[in-house]
């Protein structure tokens, strides 16, 4: 007997955690070093220069893992900014809020692609 | 009177909740910051996006993204950012022995022992994560 899915759930329940453990793992080092690190003047700006992220760029692998870098987290805010808008007051606009959270992680990843790999 | 009929609307059980339930609770509390870091975790992604965009409009203009990021309200907000994202790594990572049931043949492995690889696995790839940025 064939087993019917009939919801999409599964595929944001697997972009959320995909993004919530690749964030766990490696942002706080990216936050400290091109984050906290660079605006108070402990990183030299060099680490981000012009010249240095675009030739890390021409990677195709430092490209995918960029692209990861932003895409993933994003579905993963989306899925518990989703779950927090609910638990506050908006399950009446269950979809809307749905439609919103994903939409946003979409456009996201969309413009990350276009801006990477085209 | 049929009793299929569904009940008017109004006789539908409804729990009331205040929009500040969290705040009634410390558990309750933790969960809502542990559930908002991803706010944080997002907003880093999406300042990394900008920095992308700038970068694909020449070096002039993704010079000002540099300097954006070295304003003081930058510094405010990347240290709001690293407190979130810890509490998130934190709290990701006492899941995961909840989440991931390792069995070798019949045994499994104590959760303790999930949670310490866990952590050894976060330090070694930051570790490596922290000498591939800064080392050219």
């Not at chain 2, 989440?99 to 999930?114: A, C, Q, Y």
């Not at chain 2, 952590?119 to 490596?128: D, G, T």
Request: glycine share 6%; charged share 10%; net charge positive.
């Amino acid at each position: 007997m064939a087993v019917r899915v009939k919801t999409t759930d599964p595929i944001w329940w697997g972009l959320f955690s995909a993004g919530g453990t690749l964030a766990a793992f490696l942002l706080p080092v990216h936050v400290i070093v091109t984050g906290v690190g660079i605006a108070f003047g402990w990183v030299s700006p060099q680490v981000l220069a012009y010249q240095r992220i675009t030739a890390l760029l021409e990677n195709p692998l430092l490209q995918i893992y960029l692209f990861l870098l932003i895409s993933l987290p994003l579905f993963h805010w989306a899925h518990r900014f989703r779950f927090v808008l609910m638990d506050l007051g908006l399950r009446s606009l269950k979809t809307p809020v749905a439609v919103l959270c994903y939409g946003v992680a979409m456009v996201g990843t969309l413009l990350a692609a276009l801006l990477l790999f085209f | 009177m049929n009793p299929q009929k569904s009940p008017p609307e109004d006789l539908l059980y409804r729990p009331h909740m205040s929009f500040w339930w969290w705040l009634q609770k410390r558990n309750y509390f933790l969960f809502m910051v542990r559930e908002l870091s991803a706010v944080f975790v997002g907003l880093f992604a999406l300042i990394s996006l900008v920095g992308v965009y700038r970068l694909s409009q020449g070096e002039d203009t993704y010079q000002l993204y540099l300097n954006a990021l070295q304003t003081p309200s930058a510094q405010v907000l990347f240290v709001v950012i690293l407190l979130f994202s810890l509490y998130h790594t934190l709290t990701w990572i006492h899941l995961t022995p909840m989440i991931m049931v390792v069995r070798i043949g019949s045994k499994t492995v104590p959760p303790i022992l999930v949670l310490i690889a866990s952590y050894l696995a976060w330090i070694v790839i930051s570790l490596i994560l922290f000498y591939l940025l800064l080392v050219n």
